[in-house]
């Protein structure tokens, strides 16, 4: 079974960057189209940005285009989300898994806490 696990989350003032990660067991990985979630205080899990197996495209919710970066590294089992000019709006608890329906899903790490704030 596949574990995630999420880092690089923490404090930030606005217009700040995080670069967070998340590192995946087992050997499949590598054939997942992967997504970063996240989930505000009160609000409903949403997903934020997708990439495919290889890595070569890449989407992005209306809300973080042009400022987060979704990137993988399959010979490491690792996903990456770089956060640029983050926002208030940007706080939530962010989690990894494989993006598509819900019978896609795996079990959800911890997740890592991004809070903006000045």
């Known amino acids: 079974q596949v574990q995630f696990v999420e880092s690089g989350g923490g404090l930030v003032h606005p217009g700040g960057s995080l670069r967070l990660s998340c590192a995946a067991s087992?050997?499949?990985?590598?054939?997942?189209?992967m997504g970063w979630y996240r989930q505000a205080p009160g609000k409903q899990r949403e997903l934020v940005a997708t990439?495919?197996?290889?890595?070569?495209?890449?989407n992005y919710s209306d809300s973080v285009k042009g400022r987060f970066t979704i990137s993988r590294d399959n010979a490491k089992n690792t996903l990456y989300l770089q956060m640029n000019s983050l926002k208030p709006e940007d706080t939530a608890v962010y989690y990894c898994?494989?993006?598509?329906?819900?019978?896609?899903?795996?079990?959800w790490g911890q997740g890592t806490q991004v809070t903006v704030s000045a």
């Open positions: 898994n494989r993006e598509g329906s819900k019978w896609l899903i795996l079990p």
């Open positions: 087992g050997s499949m990985f590598g054939i997942y189209r």
């Open positions: 990439i495919t197996s290889g890595g070569n495209t890449a």
